[in-house]
């Protein structure tokens, strides 16, 4: 495959969602300081201020654009995308990091709650990157990233439409991957593990999970959410740097993924009962992230 220069930051319009806080947050403020103008999107209008008051403080020089949105909403999704593209008919990166989590069993979960998750972490990120692909492509050396997740890599028991989406979207990326080099265009998949963000703290729980379950859930793996989201930031900065296909931050990812290579079909029983182990007893990760 044609092998691409290094991707250069500076004086080049990058958007990215989830932009308020954890990774997306500390993604923003790598950016900036790698001398990117900027659109942020995020549904959370006012960490999103925050996060675009601080980087225009300390970047006065750069262009700082931010777009409230609720990505799970079709219609809000392309009026962003019409926004970025009047302002910015050519775009050098692409970052798509927002996302949602839903806890419980299939059979716990609403379908509206289902397509919700589905329609943040999968249908958005789609959108976007084909509404965006005229200006992605408009100049030589553009970038995409998409964000998965260890649960693109794995499928646990009570995350089912978590793991849909992010399976779905590193699909697309892949494919994407071979579509796009021939535009000088670079693809990276990103695969977090355990990383310390709020997406715990925004988490669905499926409608039909016990309320005895949801708090233990909730607290056991928000323990597990250890990595810190700013070095997770530097590292997808340096893969977009590199051109890296793939991107798997932190031992809670990497170990699962060459599980899941050396034992394909076997890993899953693992997988499984470590979830059940982990949980107590059955208490479903309803409110993880393990992006």
């Known amino acids: 495959m044609t092998r691409l220069p290094e991707y250069r930051f500076a004086g080049r319009t990058a958007v990215l969602t989830g932009a308020a806080s954890g990774i997306g947050e500390h993604v923003a403020y790598g950016l900036a300081h790698l001398g990117s103008d900027l659109v942020l999107v995020d549904v959370d209008s006012e960490r999103l201020e925050t996060v675009g008051r601080r980087i225009r403080t300390a970047h006065p020089g750069l262009t700082v654009q931010t777009l409230v949105a609720d990505l799970s909403d079709r219609s809000a999704v392309e009026d962003v995308a019409a926004r970025v593209l009047a302002g910015h008919p ?16 299939f059979d716990q979960v609403s379908i509206d709650q289902f397509e919700r998750v589905m329609n943040v ?18 100049t030589p050396g553009g970038h995409l990233v998409n964000v998965s997740s260890l649960f693109g890599l794995i499928a646990p028991p009570g995350q089912s439409a ?8 590193r699909g ?8 796009l080099i021939d535009n000088g265009v670079g693809v990276t998949t990103v695969h977090p593990g355990g990383i310390k963000t709020r997406i715990a703290e925004s988490a669905l729980v499926g409608v039909h999970v016990p309320e005895e379950e949801i708090e233990p859930s909730r607290r056991l793996f928000a323990a597990l959410l250890s990595y810190p989201p700013q070095k997770a930031a530097a590292q997808i900065l340096r893969a977009v740097a590199k051109r890296k296909a793939r991107l798997l931050i932190a031992t809670s990812a990497k170990a699962p993924d060459l599980l899941a290579r050396l034992l394909p079909v076997g890993h899953a029983g693992i997988v499984r009962a470590a979830t059940v182990a982990t949980t107590r007893g059955g208490a479903r990760p309803a409110e993880a992230e393990i992006r």
């Open 90 to 105: 050519a775009i050098g990166l692409l970052v798509n990091n927002a996302g949602i989590a839903l806890g419980g069993r």
């Open 121 to 138: 972490n999968f249908r958005a990120p789609m959108l976007l990157t084909h509404a965006l692909l005229p200006a992605l492509t408009a």
């Open 162 to 169: 978590y793991c849909a989406s992010k399976f779905a979207l």
């Open 172 to 179: 697309l990326s892949e494919s994407l991957r071979g579509e």
